[in-house]
């Protein structure tokens, strides 16, 4: 059986196990063929074990996690409809020519890709595939479906080569820079800086979304956004109030393993079939993805200063609005890379608008394991109070302006309508 990673809620494995073991007594029962209305089991396990692979293993930062899972996701869900229909591969690949295991096919799939860029977990992934296999009948179902798994997962793999992954970039590191510039924080250097040349997985190009760039030094709106983070984002003497204050730590968790884990939670809790939960991760994930290649770049190009650089240089931006700060610091450790726009904004936008589109309203629950969090539980069933908390919390965290995190937001709901458009409204 495949295992769920530690970070996963126990009420949610132990009902994506039941659902996974249901799939596999309902496929032993009957021939391994196209089963319309199978359940989203299989992919809700294998989406647990690539956070675990990815995150958990391979120690991906979320930036870089979210597109690796993106990957696998669009893999899956290339196996599945080319076996149940219901929508058109993303990627060229052979028809099943004959009935095929759908679940096979999923897993086979997501198995390969992960393999592939992780070789140090194939003894684990292998495990799991082999265990969870071992419950399959061996007949022409499963053997034509563990070849529309491998199809779709070398289709995408070939489709990835030389894509900008791990390319060297090296961004621009003046001696002394000019007021408004980057500068590594205590944080570190600029995380995945390769990432703002990567190739998209759904979009044409990152740069089809561009915004107008960080609001001037010298305007009324950058003096109210840096007096707001200042006031509201310190580590002490700050103006939140507690309930703020714990939104912020909420907020300040790994989004892409909470988005995760409520995408799992959601695919059981309205009882998607295999095709509906494939193409959420698919979509989802894919978006998500593309909004942060499309978000780094847009950092690599305007290379937009942190709020704790701009409020301790106050005196240099020009600006007689603005306060020097020297001691000040954030209620969090800054992020390592550039500030604008919002990374935490253009995922939870283009996840956010996903949902929306897919099921025709929001309703996801999160949980967080950020220390000194009280509420570890929020339930949001509207996209627009959601994005207003990630808002809110980030800039409380003294991460952000706000101007960053609305154009991280718009950012995030342009690329989701680009790639809803490619997947339809789930039933």
């Not at 991760?281 to 190009?301: H, M």
Request: proline content about 8%; hydrophobic content about 40%.
């Amino acid at each position: 059986m495949a295992r769920a990673p530690t970070s996963v809620r126990r009420g949610s494995v132990v009902a994506a196990l039941a659902v996974l073991l249901s799939t596999v007594s309902v496929t032993a029962a009957q021939p391994a063929s196209s089963r319309a209305g199978s359940a989203a089991g299989i992919v809700t396990s294998w989406n647990a074990i690539a956070f675990r692979t990815i995150s958990a293993e391979g120690k991906k930062p979320p930036p870089v996690a979210q597109l690796y899972l993106a990957l696998v996701s669009t893999a899956v869900y290339n196996a599945v409809v080319t076996v149940e229909g219901g929508g058109r591969p993303t990627l060229r690949q052979p028809a099943a020519h004959g009935p095929a295991s759908s679940d096979v096919a999923a897993a086979t799939a997501a198995h390969d890709v992960l393999v592939r860029y992780f070789p140090a977990s194939e003894a684990a992934l292998d495990a799991d595939y082999d265990a969870w296999l071992a419950g399959i009948p061996d007949d022409d179902g499963r053997v034509r479906g563990q070849r529309v798994g491998h199809d779709a997962a070398e289709a995408l793999l070939v489709s990835r080569v030389d894509d900008g992954r791990d390319a060297p970039v090296t961004p621009p590191r003046p001696l002394d820079p000019p007021p408004g510039m980057w500068a590594p924080t205590a944080s570190g250097e600029f995380l995945a800086p390769w990432l703002a040349f990567t190739r998209p997985v759904l979009i044409r190009s990152p740069r089809q979304f561009d915004r107008n760039g960080p609001d001037s030094l010298r305007s009324d709106q950058y003096a109210a956004d840096v007096e707001e983070v200042r006031t509201m984002g310190a580590a002490t003497g700050s103006r939140r109030s507690p309930e703020q204050t714990d939104l912020a730590l909420f907020f300040s968790d790994n989004p892409v393993r909470q988005y995760q884990d409520a995408m799992r939670d959601l695919a059981l809790r309205r009882d998607l079939d295999i095709v509906d939960a494939a193409r959420m991760f698919a979509a989802v994930n894919g978006a998500g993805a593309d909004a942060l290649i499309t978000c780094w770049r847009e950092k690599y190009v305007h290379y937009y200063w942190r709020p704790e650089t701009a409020i301790h240089q106050a005196d240099a931006d020009g600006n007689p609005a603005t306060v020097v700060d020297a001691a000040w610091t954030p209620f969090g450790p800054t992020p390592p890379y550039p500030e604008y726009p919002s990374g935490h904004a253009c995922l939870t936008g283009s996840t956010a608008h996903v949902l929306e589109e897919l099921f025709g309203r929001v309703e996801v629950t999160l949980e967080s394991t950020a220390p000194g969090v009280v509420v570890t539980t929020r339930t949001y069933s509207s996209e627009r109070a959601w994005l207003d908390d990630v808002t809110d919390a980030r800039i409380w965290l003294g991460f952000h302006f706000r101007d960053a995190m609305d154009d991280g937001l718009r950012i995030g709901r342009q690329v989701a309508d680009a790639v809803h458009d490619r997947f339809g409204r789930a039933d």
